[in-house]
């Protein structure tokens, strides 16, 4: 399924997103083995947990693991490049779908916003333009979307990309069967891929979403209102977002916290505590990977998102003890484990649990009540 939004591929696009997605299959798999296999051998036995870095840093003498690491990150800037190619050749395209979209939900760009430091100073993911990109359109949210599909490999929802938001409802309904949200708040939304479901879900609730980029706020908001969903859309800091306290029911995000600034997950729940109504509910959704857990090349894999993917809250993001993080932020009726992908959900189907399944097949989730 896909929606009027999306940046369309012709036949020599097509052909190009496509080897794209192959290279970097081929890339993280039999290739990344051998270079696992490597690190293995630079740092055998009782000494992985110790020495990450060193056997990350020694990696770096081997030709074929540099060779690897060069190939990898020119795979993720070809992606954006031949993506970024088909956005602009339908940019006056894209811009009158966007301003022929139903009239649901809003967008507000506030022109004082300022985006933060450690988002602006770098491309996350190696998108050129990073979440903060304006082209005063839509482009840049138009990139992500179309770049997302691919760079998932169409394992997250195929070219909607909203497996996560159906997860995050799937969560709340088991947890919450009763919850009746009246007002909902997505941080950090991005093109508002996980937003829409869970507008879905709770057809009579206001919901409002915050990101740091006017091209995509102005991109989810055609999404949105395209596929029928009332969402309004503002620019918004999830450490710092433009609401008064105890305005929300249900404040969550999806795969956010791995992006926010180093030393700043706290800072995220204590405004999320800030935010909610008494009895309201919080929940985060990330990646399902835990550092504690990992063997050594899991942990090199950190590393390497950090320095060669823009991703430096990876390691924070995947090592935090949320239960405690949530109760010092006076959050009450915890629960943190790993909830099963779902594209549809459904009350009782549970689905939650303490056991990973691996990426694209769980997420690990975070639930609390204020």
Known sequence: MSH???????????????????????????VEALQRRAAEVLDPGERHNARVEETFDRLHELESFRTWAGLRRSAQELMWDVVGASVARQSETLAARAAAAPDL?????????????HLAQSDVHLMPGGYQGDDGGVAQGALMDRGGAVYMLGRNGGFLNDRRGHTAASHLLHRFPDFAPERILELGCGIGSSVVPIAGYFPDARVDAIDVGASQLRYAHARAAHLGAAVHFQLGDAVDAPFEDESFDLVFSSVLIHELRPG???????????????????????????????????????????VYNNEPNWKAAISADYATMLAAAGFRDVAVG???????AVPGNAGFSDTSHGVFNTWAVMSAVR
């Open 4 to 30: 009027a939004m999306l940046a369309e591929a012709n036949h020599d696009e097509m052909a190009e997103q496509l080897f794209v997605r192959d290279l970097k299959g081929f890339l993280s798999g039999e």
């Open 338 to 344: 790993y909830q099963a992908a779902t594209d549809k």
């Open 105 to 117: 939900g809003s967008v507000t760009i506030a022109e004082d916003f300022a985006t933060p430091r």
């Open 264 to 306: 700043t997950i706290g800072d995220m729940l204590a405004e999320c505590h800030r935010l909610l109504r008494p009895g309201g509910v919080v929940l985060h959704l990330e990646v399902p990977q835990r550092y504690q857990t990992m063997d050594l090349w899991g942990r090199v894999r950190g590393e390497i998102e950090a």
